[in-house]
């Protein structure tokens, strides 16, 4: 039983099959390089199976050559269940290993997700003001892409 199909499922009696067989998951790829819960962030896996396969050994910390992780994509899906789970479990959304120096809030801004922005802001404290290599804030991210709307919640959180 192939794990990666039964996650694209969102199949857990088929992915606690699978998972029977596999040693290493924090290791494991599929063809395209991607691990267990990337793909089920990318297919809209529940948040049951997620926990599934993090509870299996999953690694949350993961991060591609660009330094994005777990809570980067999660947002990019507009994840908000997700990027909770993750924050829950230890993922510090103040930071960010990406190369730039783009924040999980900037992205959250940038995608004009205002659930996960607002969630970031008021509920994990994220700094707003910082800036990336490229001297740009999430304020100036959510401009750019056309949520200057998104802007209003930094005004909220003084």
């Given amino acids: 039983m192939d794990l990666f199909t039964q996650i694209r499922n969102d199949s857990l009696f088929?992915?606690?099959k699978a998972l029977e067989g596999i040693e290493d998951l924090a290791g494991l790829r599929n063809e395209k390089g991607e691990?267990?819960?990337q793909v089920a962030i990318r297919t809209g896996a529940s948040l049951e199976l997620f926990a599934l396969l993090v509870e299996a050994g999953a690694d949350i910390f993961e991060v591609d050559e660009e330094g994005v992780g777990?809570?980067?994509e999660a947002i990019k899906k507009g994840r908000l269940d997700i990027v909770r789970f993750l924050v829950e479990q230890g993922i510090d959304p103040n930071t960010t290993r990406r190369k730039s120096g783009?924040?999980?809030f900037m992205a959250a801004m940038a995608y004009g997700d205002e659930?996960?922005?607002r969630y970031l802001l008021f509920e994990c404290g994220v700094d707003p003001d910082v800036r990336d290599s490229f001297h740009k804030s999430a304020a100036d991210y959510?401009?750019?892409t056309g949520y200057g709307h998104l802007v209003q919640l930094l005004e909220q959180r003084r």
């Fill in 35 to 37: 691990s267990p819960l």
């Fill in 115 to 117: 659930p996960i922005a």
């Fill in 14 to 16: 088929g992915v606690r």
């Fill in 102 to 104: 783009f924040t999980p």
């Fill in 70 to 72: 777990l809570l980067d």
């Fill in 142 to 144: 959510a401009r750019m």
